[in-house]
C-alpha cells in the first residue's frame, strides 16, 4: 500500500509541475479552502477537475489519493490506507480524494472522514453522487462546484498563451470540436479521442456501475440521442424509432446516460408541473465534440451545433434544468429555445440563430420570440448568432442580437 501511495504521489507532482489555465468558477479558491465544508467537485470524466482540485491546493501541504487506481481498489483497507497517508504526507493540512465515487460505501467513508476533521476536496464524475448518496448522508457539510470542459472564453485564453489571435477561427473550431483539455494540443486527434472517451463513459461509468446486461440497446439509445441533440423527444419515440419493446428500459437508460454529464434533458415550460413532466424533453451533450466524433448526421449542423453551445454556457452560469431552465412552444406553437427563470420570475428569453442575415429568417426569429415574450410576459430578449450583433425594436420590444463570442 505505501508503494501504490508513494507513486500517486509521483503522479501528484508531476501534474503539480505542468503549465495550466485557471478555469472560471464562480466561487474563489481562497473562499473554497478557508470553510471546512466539503469541497465537491464534480462533472464529466476528462473536464478537468483533478487539475482544479491540484490548482487549488498547489501551495498547500495536502495528501491524495486517486481512486481510478486498479491497484488501490483491489487492495483497499481503510486503516491501512490512512496510517500510510500519515506516513507519507506528514501533518497534511487537507485531503484529496479523486474520483472517490468508484470505491464502495464511499460515502459513509468521507462522512466519517468530516467527523474526525479532515479538511476534504473530492471529485467525482457522476451526478448521482450528489444528488442522492452524497446528498443523504452529507446533508448541509459540503459545497458543490460543477465543471463542465472548457467553455469558449477559456478556449480563447488558452490559445492567447499560445500567442494564437485569430479569434474567428478559434470560435469556428470550438464549435465543432469542443473544448475537452486533452483534445487541445492535437485537434486532428480530437476525433479519436472522443470516440474513445464517449466509449468508455458508457461502458465504465454506466454499463459497469449498474451491471447493465444488454449493453447494445444502452449504447444504441446513447447514439440515438447523440444524432439527434437539440430535438425534442419522448421515451415512447425512442423506444419505437430503436424497435425496443420496453419504454421502462429506455426511460431507465437514458436516466444512467445524465449521471456521468453525458447528456441533459431539457424540459418545455408550463405554470403547471404535470404538464411539463408530459411534455417532450430536449436533449442536449456535454460537449460538441461528441456530435462530431460519433453522431450519425448528414450535415455540419451549425444552427443546431451553436443552440447546444449556448445550453452549456448556460449551465455553467448555473442554470439548472430542474428549476431555473426550460424550452417554451407558444399556443400557436412558436419555439423559443431557452427560458431562464430566477426563483419564481421569467428574467430572460434566448433565442438560438446560427445565420440570420436573411430577412426571412430574421423574421421568423423575432416573431417566435416576441409572441413568446407576450405569453411569458418577459421583456429580456436575446438572439444568438454566430457573428451577427445588432438591436432590433419591434412591438415595443427591445431584441438583442449577440454574437456567441460576446455573450
Known sequence: ???????????????????????????????????????????????????????????????????????LLTQWDEDLVMAVLNEVYP??????????????????????????????????????????????????????????????????????????????????????NGGYPETLEARRLTTNYLSTLFDSIIWKDIAQRHKVRNIEDLNNIAMYLLSNFCNPISYNNVADDLGLSSVNTVKKFMAYLCEPYLMFYLSRYNNKLKLMKKSPQKVYVVDNGFVSAKAFNISENLGRLLENQVFTELIRRGYDTEKSLFYYHSRNDKEIDFVCRNGSKIESLIQVCYDMSSSKTENREVNSIIECAKELNCNHLQIITFNEEKTIEK????????????F
Not at 509541475?17 to 471546512?36: A, E, F, Q, V
Not at 459513509?108 to 448521482?128: D, E, H
Not at 415595443?396 to 442580437?401: A, F, L, P, R, T
Open 1 to 71: 500500500m505505501r508503494i501504490i501511495v508513494e507513486n500517486q504521489r509521483k503522479e501528484r507532482d508531476r501534474l503539480l509541475s505542468l503549465p495550466y489555465i485557471n478555469r472560471d468558477l464562480n466561487i474563489s479558491g481562497d473562499d473554497l479552502l478557508s470553510t471546512k465544508q466539503i469541497k465537491l467537485i464534480s462533472g464529466p470524466r476528462r473536464a478537468g477537475k483533478s487539475t482544479q482540485a491540484l490548482l487549488l491546493l498547489k501551495d498547500k501541504n495536502f495528501a491524495y489519493l486517486n481512486f481510478d487506481d486498479t491497484k
Open 91 to 176: 501533518d497534511y493540512e487537507y485531503l484529496l480524494l479523486d474520483e472517490v465515487q468508484n470505491i464502495k460505501d464511499w460515502d459513509l467513508w468521507v462522512s466519517k472522514l468530516y467527523r474526525n476533521g479532515v479538511n476534504l476536496i473530492i471529485t467525482g464524475s457522476n451526478a448521482k453522487m450528489l444528488s442522492s448518496e452524497m446528498a443523504t448522508v452529507l446533508t448541509g457539510r459540503y459545497i458543490q462546484i460543477e465543471m463542465l470542459p472548457f467553455s469558449l472564453n477559456e478556449i480563447i485564453r488558452w490559445h492567447e498563451k499560445k500567442d494564437n489571435h485569430n479569434y474567428s477561427l478559434i470560435v469556428d473550431d470550438y464549435l465543432k
Open 395 to 406: 412591438d415595443g420590444y427591445k431584441i438583442e442580437v449577440v454574437p456567441i463570442s460576446r
